[in-house]
């Protein structure tokens, strides 16, 4: 009974959701009430159950059937990672509930707001603590479906909730997005990943006869797909979920337009749920594909070219969105570049731990890098939040010299800023640099060489944007926001800080968490990678971004330097620049070939083929071929017989009618001559015996 | 207990309720209301039925005919029927009520055109007909009395729309009511092609399906069957006819041939076409998975280069048949329930969306189209609210219980793919990516195009609540559906696998 209170964990924002719908007429206050509470129900319920697998070193599992044949569960299961995800996922979507509590105050949607927003943290645990991929999937779906509905809240489109610049165009393209514009795109690019999950899923169901995770952890599915000749095909497939929600190279554009919701929900997507599932969904399935390349020969080697693969798109995601934001100009956008490139840096994590160290060590370097990130990048969104709040625009440009007006949020950001750019002794400095300490470990020359880069460049851009916005010269008056705003966000520059600096304590007891997580029990082993370390990564990030972190922060902070004037003046530095604020044209691109080819084909295909092809053989060409038929039929046959019998037999019948006419002579001569040639007849025929007598 | 025929019961009070609609004193508040009954009680007697026998495999209604030569006449239900039946009268129940206000103003248009159409009580005696006509269609247990009740659905449909439709209505009426008729006697002549020599009935008067009844009769019996059925089913090529009559029937007759009668062909392509033939159509099969994916894409892409409303759904109909065709092509237990399924989450999605495009016909004095559409959600929360609702049923979106019929249907989809190897393996996934990205494309750029953006309509409100409250019925079901989802899908695969055995 005790152990059921912790199906709470995801219930209870479920039950948030119904709730707010109820109070659909109430106040702002007693909906927000019930929002934050049920969420908090499930922070306090999740943390009872994380103490219980910490003390007890065992899995809480909870089930009861929901829909047999797909074996989906009513279910919770508390292992190491999934306790630790649900601290992280609860927690954060608290706080930023109690911030939304003063930042939502007085828009629009009130309901739509609180009901989304607790129907997303819902879907988020679900996801997280389903004991099989059924309800997890749906959990998954839930979260799209909410961060749609939240990306394009203020869904009629006034241009201060735009991203991008109104009037820019790239190759044509539009480098400006309405929200319900960008709601369409996170959904349309998330789901293109979810069919293939979606057909991973429906694989393994296909060959284990189930969808749930301790059966298919086993990893004995790998040897019937290596079989089939499917392997490699069933793994990107059932990760192309994972990196279209976790917004991946080439499926990151939907991320970057997402800025468009309120800067709560953005902190909501980017620390707490939606992109983190992605990661989640890889980290749940390190522990299973060890175990799988163990289960038959063969596997290994498929399965570590996957990984080395996925370890080059994570890295090559981390380093694009790094150049993105070091020219962007609109302060949520820098932050949402950083998270799809921190988020490239976890899936490298993954990929490179794993195949240098194990599931243990695959689950420890992913997972700490999104513990830190999704600390310090909640605080730096909803900062962000009230430095918009407080100047009235989303642009750089019109902010700087806020450190004065606005103390504590300084401090908070800075706080927050520090660990992201991997300051030592800040918590993102430790697992940035155990990130590029496995790729190293596991040899991965590219992968390694781009993190190390992309150290660098994230600490020039968290200098430029702290410096932009809280150094320098002022824009006129702000002021700090009130304890409900402000609060959240301290709290957590605060606990980046502080988990920077318990970390070396910390991470033992992480390590020791993620041990109990469902399959890595077993299989401690790396996957055979001939790896060749790759020597002194680990210094030159550290020294790159410090060095780089302290010279961004004296140009724009103390010397002033505005390079726009240079770059405006070199020919090859502005094209440069257009090219990286354009996203490496990588928008235009799939405007121009997949939106506009399947524009193109949608209406060549409606003009051709359906109304030139089966409009015109069905409606035209049948209808004409019958009309035709039937008028050869009318002239040819019809015609003819009807003359056969309305003309020719009639007029025979006229003929025979007339002959026998010319013999009514009325003389009796006549008829006594007719009568005798008439007997005459009739003997004759007698006599010659033609007739029967 | 069992001597209860709740499945004739469950024709013959719609049957009562459309004779008595006849009566001369009856005005339209009653009406609705006596024809929305009637139907509910069929729902309940269905639900009561199944609850009671179908839920564990096929029951026969104690009260059957014997034909002869022809065989018998019973009604059965098993959790597929059950599917089909009570969603068609859980929709049909619903959109009755939704019909008196939707039909007063289509009243007042038609004589403002000056048409001279028959009034309230034929209207709903031919609504109803039609609706039990439906129900005893996926309940019959004999090719002849399928083909009867067929014939039954087509007559009042055709009259609905030569009388109501919008355009040009009775040339339209008149393309429905030819198209799908040559479907039928396709259907019929292959039908008795196997009839003649083998008997009528696919369901044994025991309540057996007499499977592999057909198996050695000419192959082009089994081939005009498909054909028939997929005319009916408005597959790819021979679609024609969909687009123009679910564009101009009346909405409330639109949102009952969309996703109810069409889906019909599906739900009986299996239970006769399968049952008597299962070697031939399992052989078959990759290329009924091919055409349905060529199907599903084809819609899509139709659908997106719409700007009717009404039109775009009738593409997007032939979309989600192909879906119902992907699932029985994949011949497997999770595949063809999903494909009932399925049936039931379209019937209801469906059924709201030619709703909300009839509410917004109602609302704004016949506008259809979208491009002269935009920004209503902020004037209109609920009817917003019920098309996502609407288009979340249709692209797999929990709360709704789209989300299980698209898995059952990716998952029959996929088992098929895998023993067929791998070439098919990526390339149905290839193509499924293609075809829900194109149904989610459409659907939520839809969803924009309509209610999102600066308000582009004069004069915008909230409709009734007439309209929109039927609606929303139906929704809640879908909803509902999802989370007591377990009585409708487990005795689905537990019945399919046990007619396909494996």
Redesign the interface.
Same mark, same amino acid.
């Given at each position: 009974m005790e152990k059921a209170l912790a199906l709470l964990s995801w219930l209870a924002p479920y039950a948030g959701s119904c709730l707010v719908l109820l109070l659909h007429r109430a106040g702002w206050k007693a909906k927000s009430a019930a929002a934050i509470l049920s969420i908090l129900v499930s922070a306090l319920a999740s943390t009872q159950a994380a103490l219980y697998v910490a003390s007890t070193g065992r899995e809480l599992h909870v089930s009861t059937?929901?829909?047999? /044949? #797909?074996s989906?569960n009513v279910s919770v299961l508390f292992d190491g990672l999934s306790s630790l995800m649900a601290l992280v996922v609860s927690w954060l979507s608290f706080l930023i509930a109690v911030y939304s509590y003063e930042y939502m105050r007085g828009e629009v949607g009130e309901t739509r707001y609180w009901f989304f927003f607790t129907f997303f943290v819902g879907s988020m645990m679900l996801l997280v603590l389903s004991d099989n991929l059924?309800t997890m #999937?749906?959990g998954w779906?839930?979260t +799209? #479906?909410a961060s749609?509905a939240l990306i +394009?809240h203020w $869904?009629?489109?006034e241009e201060e909730r735009w991203v991008g610049d109104p009037g820019r165009r790239a190759l044509g393209v539009p480098m400006w997005f309405?929200?319900?514009?960008s709601?369409?795109r996170a959904?349309?690019f998330t %789901? #293109?990943g979810d069919?293939?999950m979606?057909?991973g899923? /429906? =694989?393994l169901? =296909?060959?284990v006869g189930t969808t749930l995770l301790s059966e298919i952890s086993s990893g004995a599915w790998a040897g019937r797909l290596l079989a089939? +000749?499917?392997l490699p095909?069933f793994l990107w497939?059932l990760f192309l979920g994972a990196m279209a929600k976790s917004a991946q190279v080439p499926f990151h554009e939907w991320l970057v337009t997402a800025m468009t919701g309120p800067t709560s929900v953005s902190a909501l997507i980017h620390a707490a749920t939606m992109v983190k599932a992605g990661v989640y969904f890889l980290l749940r399935f390190a522990p299973i594909l060890v175990a799988a390349a163990a289960a038959a020969a063969g596997a290994a080697g498929v399965i570590s070219d996957f990984l080395s693969s996925l370890a080059l798109i994570g890295a090559l995601t981390a380093f694009m969105m790094a150049t993105m934001a070091l020219v962007s100009r609109e302060l949520k956008l820098i932050l949402a570049f950083s998270t799809a490139s921190q988020l490239g840096y976890m899936f490298l994590g993954v990929a490179a731990g794993t195949l240098a160290g194990g599931a243990v060590a695959g689950l420890a370097a992913g997972f700490s890098h999104l513990l830190s990130h999704a600390v310090f990048k909640a605080a730096l969104f909803l900062a962000a939040g009230a430095v918009i709040h407080a100047v009235h625009s989303r642009f750089v440009d019109d902010m700087g010299g806020l450190a004065r007006d606005m103390r504590l949020t300084a401090l908070a950001f800075l706080l927050a800023g520090l660990s992201l750019a991997g300051i030592p002794p800040f918590a993102g400095y430790w697992t940035k640099d155990e990130i590029v300490h496995v790729a190293a470990e596991a040899g991965l020359l590219l992968p390694t060489l781009l993190a190390v880069v992309t150290a660098g460049l994230t600490a020039c851009y968290t200098a430029r944007v702290f410096s932009r916005v809280f150094l320098g010269e002022g824009h006129g008056h702000a002021h700090e926001p009130g304890p409900a705003m402000l609060l959240p966000y301290l709290a957590l520059g605060l606990a980046s800080a502080a988990l920077g600096a318990a970390w070396p304590l910390l991470s033992q007891g992480l390590e020791g968490l993620l041990h109990h997580t469902l399959g890595a029990e077993e299989g401690g082993a790396a996957l055979a990678h001939a790896a060749h370390h790759v020597p002194g990564a680990v210094e030159a990030t550290l020294l790159l971004a410090v060095t780089l972190f302290l010279a961004t922060l004296y140009a724009y902070g103390w010397a002033g330097v505005r390079p726009y004037a240079a770059v405006s003046r070199s020919p090859l530095l502005s094209r440069l620049h257009s090219f990286l604020y354009d996203r490496w044209l990588l928008n235009s691109v799939y405007y121009r070939v997949v939106v506009g080819g $399947? %524009?193109s084909?949608?209406?060549a295909?409606?003009r051709y083929v359906?109304t030139g092809l089966?409009?015109r053989?069905?409606?035209r060409a049948i209808p004409l071929a019958f009309q035709g038929a039937v008028r050869a039929v009318s002239r040819y046959l019809e015609a003819t017989w009807d003359r056969l019998l309305h003309v020719n037999l009639v007029s025979a019948f006229a003929s025979l009618w007339r002959a026998f006419r010319g013999l009514q002579t009325g003389k009796a001569p006549h008829y006594i001559a007719l009568l005798w040639a008439g007997a005459a007849l009739l003997l004759l025929i007698v006599l010659l015996g033609w007739l029967p007598w | 207990m069992s001597g209860v025929p709740y499945l004739w019961l469950s024709l013959l009070v719609p049957l009562a309720a459309a004779v008595l609609s006849l009566l001369p004193r009856l005005g339209k508040r009653a009406l609705a209301l006596l024809n929305s009954l009637s139907l509910a009680v069929s729902a309940l007697l269905l639900l009561a039925a199944y609850a009671l026998h179908g839920i564990k495999g096929v029951w026969l209604d104690p009260l059957r005919f014997s034909m002869g030569g022809l065989g018998t006449f019973a009604l059965a239900i098993d959790p597929m029927v059950f599917l089909v039946a009570f969603s068609i009268a859980a929709t049909t129940a619903a959109i009755a009520l939704y019909s008196e206000p939707y039909m007063e103003h289509r009243f007042e248009e038609l004589a403002h055109e000056g048409a001279r159409a028959p009034g309230w009580r034929a209207y709903y005696f031919l609504y109803t007909l039609f609706a039990l006509a439906m129900i005893g269609t996926v309940m019959s247990t004999n090719i002849i009395e399928f083909y009867v009740f067929l014939e039954l659905t087509l007559i009042p449909s055709f009259l609905l729309i030569a009388f109501y439709g919008y355009g040009d209505r009775v040339r339209i009426a008149i393309m429905y009511l030819l198209w799908t008729h040559v479907g039928a006697l396709l259907f019929l002549i292959g039908a008795l092609a196997v009839g003649f020599q083998r008997g009528f009935d696919f369901i044994s008067p025991q309540g057996a399906f007499l499977r592999g009844l057909g198996e050695g009769a000419p192959a082009y019996a089994f081939a005009l069957m498909i054909l028939g059925l997929s005319v009916k089913l408005a597959a790819l090529g021979v679609h024609m006819w969909l687009p123009y009559a679910h564009a101009e029937a009346p909405t409330p007759v639109s949102a009952l041939l969309s996703p109810n009668l069409i889906g019909l062909g599906a739900a009986m392509m299996f239970r006769i076409v399968y049952v008597l033939f299962p070697s031939t159509f399992t052989a078959a099969s990759p290329a009924l998975m091919a055409w349905a994916l060529a199907t599903i894409i084809y819609g899509g892409l139709m659908a997106l280069s719409q700007t009717d409303f009404k039109r775009l759904l009738a593409y997007s109909s032939i979309s989600q048949m192909g879906y119902l065709l992907l699932g029985l092509a994949s011949v497997s237990a999770y595949g063809v329930a999903g494909t009932f399924l399925h049936y039931l989450v379209h019937a209801f999605g469906k059924a709201v969306l030619f709703g909300v495009a009839g509410v917004l016909i109602a609302t704004y004095h016949g506008l259809r189209d979208v491009t002269r559409m935009g920004g209503l959600a902020e004037k209109m929360p609920y009817t917003a609210s019920l098309a996502l609702l609407g288009f979340m049923h249709i692209t797999g979106i929990p709360p709704t219980a789209g989300i299980w019929s698209e898995y059952m249907i990716l998952r029959g989809a996929v088992e098929r793919s895998l023993s067929l190897g791998p070439g098919w393996y990526i390339g149905v996934a290839a193509a499924l990516l293609v075809g829900v990205g194109l149904s989610t494309a459409y659907a939520f750029l839809t969803m924009r195009r309509i209610f999102y953006g600066p308000l582009r309509v004069e004069g915008a409100r909230e409709a009734q609540a007439r309209l929109w409250g039927p609606l929303l019925l139906l929704a809640a079901l879908g909803v509902a559906s999802f989370v007591i989802a377990s009585p409708l899908i487990d005795p689905t695969v537990e019945v399919v696998r046990s007619v396909i055995g494996g």
């Open positions: 059937t929901w829909v047999g /044949a #797909l989906a059924v #999937l749906v779906e839930g +799209g #479906l749609y +394009g $869904f009629t489109d309405e929200p319900s514009h709601g369409l959904l349309v %789901r #293109l069919v293939g979606v057909v899923i /429906a =694989t169901h =296909t060959v089939a +000749g499917v095909a497939l $399947f %524009r084909l949608s209406s295909l409606s359906d089966v409009d053989l069905y409606h | -």
